[in-house]
Nanobody, 126 residues
Framework: VQLQASGGGLVQAGDSLRLSCAASGLFFTNYAMAWFRQAPGKEREFVAVISRSGSTTYAGSVTGRFTSSRDNVKSTVYLTMNSLKPEDTAVYYC?????????????????????WGQGTLVTVSS
């Protein structure tokens, strides 16, 4: 299984950015996908999770600004980030876990996910 995250970069506060995570080696439609981030000197934290059906749950700090979506044909999950703030600066990771229950809104812990991408750096300047 491989998860390849991309799309990070250096942007200014208020800008938008879209991250992608391309999955291979798994049957993508069977998996819930999630985004986590890790800022310098901090622990990795939950950002968003999207279920097989496309239902999404977000961390409070990004609700209303970030949107996750998935393209099952391309086996890719996206994180569209609007109104970026300097505190959004972090390495963003995608993660996958096979989904056998309908509701994944409680899936916010690192240990709940089986596969991880390598991360992509997002830097937001003030």
């Amino acid at each position: 299984v491989q998860l390849q995250a991309s799309g990070g970069g250096l942007v200014q506060a208020g800008d938008s950015l879209r991250l992608s995570c391309a999955a291979s080696g798994l049957f993508f439609t069977n998996y819930a996908m999630a985004w986590f981030r890790q800022a310098p000197g901090k622990e990795r934290e939950f950002v968003a999770v999207i279920s097989r059906s496309g239902s999404t749950t977000y961390a409070g700090s990004v609700t209303g600004r970030f949107t996750s979506s998935r393209d099952n044909v391309k086996s890719t999950v996206y994180l569209t980030m609007n109104s970026l703030k300097p505190e959004d600066t972090a390495v963003y990771y995608c993660a996958a876990k096979i989904q056998s229950i309908p509701n994944v809104s409680s899936w916010r812990n690192l240990n709940q996910f089986d596969y991880w991408g390598q991360g992509t750096l997002v830097t937001v300047s003030s």
